[in-house]
């Protein structure tokens, strides 16, 4: 109940920085929800995850995506993140998933013309977050399968990107891999 | 007659795939070394990205290479596809029962990782010298230096994360080689040509940026040996 109570707490904020049009603070909230994406790997999370990701994007792109009735956008969003909180409140799991799932259905529909830049978007919010998810320990077969992308996509993301816990990562010498490696092509 | 294989994950495939390089792996085989895969590997490396215009070029490059005998089935080795899944699931449940938080398994690993480390167990078994190439860092830290894994976990999860060593010691010993290290002999034996001082820090920096779990200061080093 605790993860629960998280995850309403985060999609209040979402909502909140939604209609300040915060990106910034959507893809922190979009971060927070990683913790328990890694524990639990419950597609929900991911699901949050991947949504709130997506929207901070959107919001950060507003002007050049030129999406039109951008307010009722919004409001239909922050109407459908509501009814998703008060299911999880209500315990109401299958219907809260529902909703999650109907958000993202809706960004993916949000405009005709754009279906292709929208649908690459949120290609690159899972991707994203599945390197979150490696990040956090997790390897990167099991965190593609829980993300539905391919290694291949992210193995070219996570290359790209500096981890900061390289001191982590590190475990015999280098010189004595290098050697193993010699002696066995030998 | 096998002497010595070399267990390839799906992470030095794509890797050695998306720089070019895929060349190694011939050049490896013509010296007498058997290269294997699993199941679950060809599922990463061949069926899905066969689907992926993006990456289709490279799954039929690496499909082309399994045809021409250079890369095998671990099942074309003498190994059954019976005992194989039998010890990938035996390992999949040992690993993913090895690492809890809030009372909670957290499930680290997929079978395609297991798998690798099913085939290593079993010629060990036989007494095949082998070698994992993996790429991912989870896998390997988990089995060279358990305690790296669960620190790394506990700072980013930002919560106790407590480690169970037990089971994963009786899993046996695993040796664990990246795309680094492969392109690093490539040089050194002469697989590759490139005849420029510069040519051992491009690949090692072209397999870091396709994913190869390696540091900067691994790279530094490995350039002055």
């Not at chain 2, 294997?36 to 690496?62: C, M, W």
């Not at chain 2, 480390?117 to 991912?136: Q, T, Y």
């Not at chain 2, 976990?153 to 795309?179: A, C, D, P, W, Y």
Request: net charge positive.
């Amino acid at each position: 109940m605790e993860e629960a109570s998280h995850v309403i707490e985060v999609l209040t904020k979402a909502r909140q920085s939604l209609e300040r049009e915060d990106s910034k603070e959507l893809k922190n909230l979009s971060d927070q929800t990683i913790h328990a994406a890694s524990v639990y790997q419950h597609t929900d999370y991911i699901l949050v995850a991947i949504i709130i990701y997506a929207l901070s994007k959107l919001v950060e792109r507003k002007d050049n995506l030129n999406i039109k009735n951008w307010q009722q956008f919004i409001r239909e969003i922050n109407n459908l993140l509501s009814l998703s909180i008060s299911s999880i409140q209500q315990n109401k799991h299958s219907q809260y998933i529902k909703f999650l799932s109907k958000i993202k259905r809706y960004i993916e529909n949000s405009s005709e013309n754009l279906k292709p830049i929208i649908e690459e978007l949120l290609r690159k919010a899972s991707i994203n977050k599945a390197s979150k998810i490696y990040e956090h320990g997790i390897s990167l077969a099991k965190t593609t399968k829980l993300l539905g992308i391919t290694p291949w996509e992210l193995s070219e993301y996570v290359g790209e990107k500096e981890n900061p816990q390289t001191k982590l990562n590190k475990t015999i010498d280098i010189k004595v891999r290098a050697q193993m490696a010699m002696d066995f092509f030998r | 007659m096998i002497k010595k294989v070399l267990i390839l994950d799906a992470g030095p495939i794509i890797n050695l795939s998306l720089n070019g390089l895929l060349e190694i792996f011939k050049k490896i085989s013509q010296k007498g070394i058997t290269i294997a895969i699993t199941n679950y590997v060809y599922q990463e490396v061949v069926d899905r990205p066969s689907h992926i215009p993006r990456f289709e070029l490279g799954a039929l490059k690496i499909k082309d290479l399994i045809e021409k005998g250079v890369i095998k089935f671990a099942t074309d080795l003498g190994l059954a596809q019976q005992e194989i899944e039998s010890e990938t699931q035996r390992f999949l449940r040992i690993v993913n029962s090895s690492i809890k938080s809030d009372n909670h398994f957290i499930e680290i690993v997929s079978p395609a990782e297991m798998s690798c480390l099913a085939v290593s167990h079993l010629f060990n078994k036989k007494r095949i010298e082998n070698i994992i190439a993996i790429d991912e860092r989870t896998t390997r830290v988990l089995f060279e230096k358990p305690k790296n894994l669960r620190d790394l976990m506990s700072n980013k999860l930002h919560r106790n994360v407590t480690l169970n060593t037990k089971e994963l010691e009786n899993m046996g010993q695993f040796r664990f080689i990246r795309s680094s290290e492969l392109v690093y002999v490539a040089i050194k034996k002469g697989f590759i040509k490139i005849n420029d001082k510069h040519a051992l820090e491009a690949l090692l920096y072209a397999t870091k940026f396709k994913g190869c779990a390696i540091s900067w200061e691994e790279i530094e080093q490995l350039k002055k040996l």
